[in-house]
């Protein structure tokens, strides 16, 4: 009856709750926490008694005990994963071994676990991060989700892992909103979502242009972007994706930017709708066609050659003026707009362009009248032929646009060449004419090739021909002695006869000189012909040696005949009575 508590040892836990009586008791063992070993209960010797006071026994009994809870070692492997190495290996270490560790058991953060693999104390699976994060992965194995052998329900575990999966961005910024020829570049800048040490100029696609000078750290750079020559486009910068990473390394992603380029300088197609301009159609319509709007063209952008312009009008794309030649002008002209002096809507500079017109606006003007057949004057020559010469081709020649004076002879005209004509005069009186017969104009109609009209003036050389049917005489006869004597022919020894005509003479023709009277030939002492020359147009001379020939011979007569004017009449033969007389018996 005295069974109590203290008569225990108890090993491995407590008990609690004796109760019984007689020969039959009980109590409650509860094995320690976190315990692996035998426990027991044992009552003590000499701890009891029976009724009469026999010391009871001892007596005792043991159980396994096993409380320990079992805990696990969590190891995410990679200490950090980026968009570049966004998965590591996860292992987890039991202390024990458990056979009921699924993935359930797992509170997962930052990521998702595939592959869930092992047995035993050792397992393993593959963590991903979740894309476009910057956060702290962790893996957890939720406490009493799992047990050991026997049961306890085990520890939590976990792990985390720096997890950068987002992707850096760029924010391009062509500052310039369009570029022109004028203004043909742009600072470029370049703004990051994160620090990038990597980025090149061949991490760019560049359209309608060049980059250059590069610069820039950290988050932000800046380069120039210079527009293409002529080129109307869209142009962009373009951070290519993937080419630039953050300094965990994930790829980065694409940025543009874009601006209107426009430096194709405009240009200009100029059109003189004439295609020729003269006296009597001087001026021209000229049209200009721009390639784009304009609304800065003026006369003063223009350079003209030949002629002045007037009454600028139009406008966008399309102008004209009128273009008139410069008088007495044979040229070509030209209208000219000057390059860069206009431009397009957004101020490039205007191309030059240019268009010519031949011009003849010179009248054209008599040369001259030359003498052509005969070439000479004064002339007996029933038909007169005149060179007309012009100063340049003239076409419209006729017979009607000449007069003739000085004759009733009639006109008749052949073209030589494109500027010479002969005019022809021929009939009426010329046979018998003595006068001086001349060419003028009659109302000419005569225009040059490009219709310039012809002047009614006369040409600074106006040639005439002397019209001389009158046959030459001789007005003189004068002998160098009047008489021949012995003293004469001593000395000098010569005798001259100089002999005067009425016109001017063809002095390549020599009179005859003859001695026609019957009884009076002097020849004897006249012995040869020293000389015989044309001392003027009118004179001539002839000089004889002299011989004694002891006659006397008076009163001699001298006949001169065959001598020829300019005109070409030819003298009748006379005779000149008692020139000189011969003395030297």
Same mark, same amino acid.
């Given at each position: 009856t005295n069974f109590i508590d203290s008569d225990l040892t108890v090993v491995g836990g407590t008990v609690s709750a004796l109760s019984g009586s007689g020969a039959s008791y009980s109590l409650t063992f509860t094995a320690d926490n976190d315990?692996? /070993? /035998?426990?027991?209960?044992?009552?003590?010797?000499?701890?009891?008694?029976?009724?009469?006071?026999?010391?009871?026994?001892?007596?005792?009994?043991?159980?396994?005990?096993? $409380?320990?809870?079992?805990? !696990?070692?969590?190891?995410? !492997?990679? /200490?950090?994963? #980026?968009?570049?190495?966004n998965s590591s290996n996860v292992t987890f270490t039991f202390s024990e071994i458990t056979t009921n560790f699924i993935d359930s058991d797992l509170t997962v953060v930052g990521g998702t676990v595939s592959a869930l693999s092992g047995s035993g104390t050792s397992y393993s699976l593959t963590f991903t991060a979740d894309n476009d994060s910057v956060t702290t992965g962790s893996v957890t194995v939720n406490a009493s989700s799992y047990t050991d052998a026997v049961g306890n329900l085990g520890a939590t575990g976990t792990d985390s892992v720096t997890i950068d999966t987002r992707n850096p961005t760029v924010v391009v910024n062509i500052v310039d909103t369009?570029? #022109?020829? /004028?203004?043909?570049?742009?600072?470029?800048t370049f703004t990051f979502s994160e620090i990038t040490t990597n980025f090149v100029d061949a991490d760019l696609t560049v359209v309608g242009g060049t980059v250059s000078a590069l610069s820039g750290s950290g988050t932000s750079y800046s380069l120039t972007f210079t527009a293409d020559n002529d080129s109307v486009t869209t142009g962009s910068v373009t951070v290519n994706a993937s080419s630039y990473t953050d300094a965990v390394g994930n790829l980065g992603a694409t940025g543009t930017d874009s601006v209107t380029v426009d430096t194709r300088n405009p240009t200009v197609v100029v059109n003189i709708v004439d295609t020729s301009l003269s006296d009597i159609d001087n001026s021209s319509n000229v049209t200009f066609t721009f390639s784009e709007v304009t609304t800065n063209f003026i006369d003063s952008d223009l350079t003209v050659v030949g002629g002045t312009v007037s009454a600028l009008s139009g406008s966008g794309t399309s102008y004209s003026l009128t273009f008139t030649a410069d008088d007495d002008s044979v040229t070509s002209g030209s209208v000219t707009v000057n390059a860069s002096s206009y431009t397009d809507a957004v101020g490039n500079l205007g191309a030059t362009g240019t268009d010519t017109v031949v011009i003849d606006t010179k009248n054209p003007t008599t040369v001259s009248y030359t003498r052509k057949t005969p070439a000479t004057s004064p002339t007996n020559a029933d038909t007169l032929v005149f060179l007309a010469t012009f100063s340049e081709s003239v076409s419209g020649v006729a017979a009607a646009d000449f007069a003739i004076t000085g004759t009733t002879g009639t006109i008749s005209?052949?073209?030589?060449? &494109?500027?010479?004509?002969?005019?022809?005069?021929?009939?009426?009186? &010329?046979?018998?004419?003595?006068?001086?017969?001349?060419?003028?104009?009659?109302?000419?109609?005569?225009?040059?090739?490009?219709?310039?009209? &012809? @002047?009614? $003036?006369?040409?600074?050389?106006?040639?005439?021909?002397?019209?001389?049917?009158?046959?030459?005489? !001789?007005? #003189?006869?004068?002998?160098?002695?009047?008489?021949?004597?012995?003293?004469?022919?001593?000395? @000098?020894?010569?005798?001259?006869?100089?002999?005067?005509?009425? #016109? !001017?003479?063809?002095t390549s023709v020599n009179p005859t000189i003859s001695f026609p009277t019957g009884g009076e030939n002097p020849s004897s002492t006249l012995a040869s012909i020293l000389s015989q020359s044309w001392t003027s147009s009118t004179t001539f001379e002839i000089t004889y040696g002299l011989a004694d020939a002891n006659i006397s011979t008076p009163n001699i007569d001298v006949q001169v005949a065959d001598a020829k004017d300019l005109a070409g009449n030819t003298m009748t033969a006379a005779t000149t009575v008692d020139v000189f007389s011969i003395s030297t018996l």
């Open positions: 315990s692996v /070993t /035998t426990g027991s209960v044992t009552v003590n010797a000499s701890s009891y008694t029976d009724a009469v006071g026999n010391l009871g026994a001892t007596g005792t009994d043991s159980v396994t005990v096993d $409380t320990r809870n079992p805990t !696990v070692i969590v190891n995410i !492997v990679d /200490t950090s994963l #980026s968009d570049t190495d369009s570029l #022109s020829d /004028t203004d043909n570049n742009s600072n470029v005209v052949a073209q030589v060449t &494109l500027s010479t004509y002969d005019v022809t005069v021929s009939g009426g009186d &010329l046979a018998s004419l003595n006068a001086t017969v001349g060419l003028n104009f009659n109302s000419p109609t005569i225009t040059d090739l490009a219709g310039n009209s &012809l @002047p009614n $003036t006369e040409p600074g050389i106006d040639e005439t021909y002397v019209v001389d049917n009158t046959s030459p005489t !001789v007005t #003189s006869i004068t002998p160098s002695v009047g008489t021949i004597t012995d003293a004469v022919v001593a000395s @000098p020894g010569t005798f001259k006869l100089t002999i005067v005509f009425d #016109s !001017v003479m063809n």
